[in-house]
């Protein structure tokens, strides 16, 4: 029983020091010249939120934080104070190093009083006829009444769930980003309960989540 006990504590050992040593760190900065370096003289940004998704870290004074992301590849994003902004808020990191350094350059941007966006969903992409015809067709009318962004609200593609191997899984992916390449205006995704591949083994990096953050 006592060595079972000690096994016990080995494990949990072995995963606390794995996790204190794997750390994604940075800042979050008033990128003046957008060069997107955080140059000497620029000014970091206090109080900004931080994310892996699970956890939320606050920049310090000189807008630096750190964080020890809960997976090994994870995306880690900023969320703008008021009067900040950046299309390239999130990042992903690959996890190559024990710590990688991600730094988040902001610019000022003019708030307006309103905000005018467009909305989709159920895009569910396949290769037909009919889905590029109509797909073309809101790309070109979002282009035209100029919104400030567009957000697709799930279901991306047709079906990712019931495909079984990695090539079909990208091969969906990639026709989603082909038809909305033409888009001016910034585009969000969100996940619906079609991208998500789970018939492709556990442990495929595309698995469930995996797919939609590649």
């Known amino acids: 029983m006592k060595t079972k006990h000690l096994f016990v504590l080995l494990t949990i050992s072995v995963v606390l020091s794995y996790a204190q040593i794997w750390k994604v760190e940075g800042f979050v900065f008033l990128d003046s010249n957008q060069n997107k370096v955080f140059d000497k003289g620029e000014k970091g940004l206090a109080n900004v939120p931080v994310s892996d998704g699970y956890q939320i870290v606050l920049t310090d004074k000189n807008g630096y934080y750190a964080l020890q992301p809960k997976e090994r590849e994870p995306i880690i994003f900023v969320s703008f104070p008021s009067g900040y902004f950046n299309i390239n ?5 690959r996890g ?14 003019n708030e307006k009083s309103s905000i005018f966006l467009i909305q989709v969903t159920d895009i569910h992409s396949t290769f037909s006829e009919i889905c590029y015809r109509d797909v073309g067709k809101f790309v070109y009318e979002a282009n035209e009444f100029r919104p400030d962004f567009v957000v697709a609200t799930g279901d991306l593609v047709m079906d990712a769930n019931p495909l079984k191997n990695e090539e079909d899984v990208i091969r969906y992916y990639e026709l989603y980003k082909s038809l909305m390449r033409n888009l001016k205006p910034p585009l969000f995704n969100l996940p619906g309960n079609h991208e998500h591949p789970w018939s492709i083994p556990t442990s495929s ?3 469930d989540r995996g797919a ?3």
Do not use: A, C, S, T
């Open 89 to 93: 808020f999130w990042q992903r990191v």
């Open 96 to 109: 190559n190093e024990e710590m990688e350094r991600i730094d988040f350059p902001l610019y000022k941007i």
């Open 205 to 207: 990096p595309l698995y």
């Open 212 to 214: 939609y953050k590649e």
